[in-house]
């Protein structure tokens, strides 16, 4: 899995149908900075709204997952978000010129085809992953559907669908790498049966519905006479029931390519959560009102998370190691109160203190009861968010920052030897006069012990 984000390296457009409008549209991917997310826009309507990847902004669930917001609509959008969810692209914007993303093939293959030909970029920005920690459930007794997120240090998913019939079966797939999306996901076409193609047809959807883009699964004996008005139906010189007992549309790409797809449509609708996840996803005949159903329930954890933690890998290399720091800061012993800065970017730094008995404030800090003074942790965070302000200039050795202002502060949790604290400093405003606004944040593992608002002032050296 990625740790940094990921967007594009220039725009790409695909062209087609949509499954149920029938509507012809253009559909544009444009590289996003980090943390834009995915975003849908409606070039076709006045103003051309956006719509972000929302699972809040669900609207509709009728054979799809579609999405609405400030009067625009997106139709089927699971196909396109799978895709992009397979290939860990984190911000894109999607430009469309009609209600819904092309159908294409009923896959998300073209889709991917389309985005590593615009080929990936890393950005300067970790992936904010929302890790399951303890087991979350979803279930739908009247209809036997279940969901479980368990907790794992990464993201697989397993399905089963068993629709009780002769034909289809139960079937299972499993995704136990995201990187294998592409090559074992990706191409599983979307699916249906017999008897609910007319009912589908006669309810305004699958408008742009075609024998080439579903598989249809034949469950009970066809006379010749329904088949011919299948034929005219979509417009087929005729069409015949295979053995494997489907229409002769398509040949199958996997022997349980149902399953694949309904686990494709699973990645798809909760990317709308918000956020990567890690976790082990279990679902026992899904679909998209219980997936959707099971997004929302991530998202309102996600909220009630009150860490966010920033994630932080020891073993990957710092962005400022401590030799470099001290050419930034002037501090020095007993007073620079960092070992390792391991994120920057326009908006936001992270840095790390390892907190050890051998530091010179425990020798008068309740020596019987070592803890970590709270104000020499809002002076850790200051120092993190120095190096942030002092980046900004091309000569920073010339520089010193002042603190002016500290507001919000709360100490929520002890800080004692042996923890790392990991702390982040967010830029809340523009830099202006050499003022800077930061939101800080202190963690130890997934526990939030400090949170400050700080306001200080970049003064050039005389």
Not at 6 to 15: A, D, E, P, R, Y
Not at 37 to 49: A, H, L, M, S
Not at 215 to 232: C, F, H, M, S, T
Not at 450 to 457: C, H, K
Request: charged share 25%.
């Amino acid at each position: 899995m990625y740790f940094k984000q990921h967007t594009i390296k220039k725009s790409v457009t695909i062209s087609g149908v949509g499954l149920h409008t029938g509507v012809d549209a253009n559909m544009t991917f444009l590289p996003a900075p980090p943390n834009h997310g995915v975003k849908f826009q409606r070039v076709d309507i006045e103003g051309q709204p956006i719509v972000d990847a929302d699972v809040d902004n669900v609207v509709d669930l009728s054979r799809g997952t579609t999405i609405e917001q400030s009067g625009a609509r997106i139709n089927t959008v699971e196909h396109t978000m799978a895709a992009l969810v397979g290939l860990e692209i984190d911000n894109v914007l999607i430009q469309l010129d009609g209600p819904e993303p092309p159908i294409m093939d009923g896959s998300s293959r073209q889709f991917v085809d389309a985005l590593k030909c615009a080929g990936m970029e890393e950005q300067n920005a970790l992936r904010k992953f929302y890790e399951v920690e303890e087991s979350v459930f979803y279930r739908e007794p009247a209809r036997d559907v279940e969901l479980a997120a368990l907790p794992l240090d990464d993201y697989r998913l397993t399905v089963m669908i068993d629709y009780n019939s002769p034909v289809l079966g139960s079937q299972h797939a499993s995704l136990t790498d995201i990187s294998q999306f592409e090559k074992e996901i990706s191409s599983s076409r979307t699916f249906c049966f017999l008897h609910e193609l007319e009912m589908l047809y006669k309810n305004n959807l699958i408008k742009g519905g075609d024998l080439n883009n579903a598989i249809v699964v034949v469950d009970r004996i066809v006379e010749d006479n329904e088949l011919d008005y299948l034929a005219g139906l979509f417009n087929k010189p005729k069409v015949e029931v295979k053995k494997e007992g489907i229409l002769n549309n398509v040949e199958l790409r996997h022997r349980n390519e149902p399953a694949r797809h309904k686990l494709l449509d699973l990645v798809g609708d909760l990317a709308l959560a918000g956020r990567p996840l890690k976790a082990q996803i279990l679902a026992a005949r899904p679909g998209h009102a219980a997936n959707v159903a099971f997004a929302k329930k991530l998202k309102r954890l996600m909220e009630k998370d009150e860490s966010s933690a920033p994630y932080y890998n020891p073993n990957l290399p710092p962005v400022f190691d401590i030799n470099q720091i001290k050419d930034i800061l002037p501090h020095r012993l007993p007073f620079l109160l960092l070992d390792k800065i391991i994120h920057l970017d326009d908006t936001t730094v992270t840095g790390v203190k390892n907190v050890t008995y051998n530091e010179s404030f425990f020798q008068g800090h309740f020596p019987g009861n070592p803890v970590m003074p709270g104000v020499l942790i809002v002076e850790a965070m200051a120092q993190i968010g120095g190096i942030f302000v002092l980046n900004t200039v091309p000569d920073p050795q010339n520089y010193w920052t002042y603190f002016l202002k500290i507001e919000e502060c709360k100490f929520r949790k002890m800080v004692l030897p042996g923890d790392t604290l990991v702390i982040e400093c967010e830029l809340l405003e523009p830099i202006k006069r050499g003022i800077a606004k930061m939101k800080g944040r202190a963690f130890v593992g997934k526990s939030l012990v400090t949170e400050s608002i700080m306001i200080a002032s970049i003064v050039r050296k005389k």
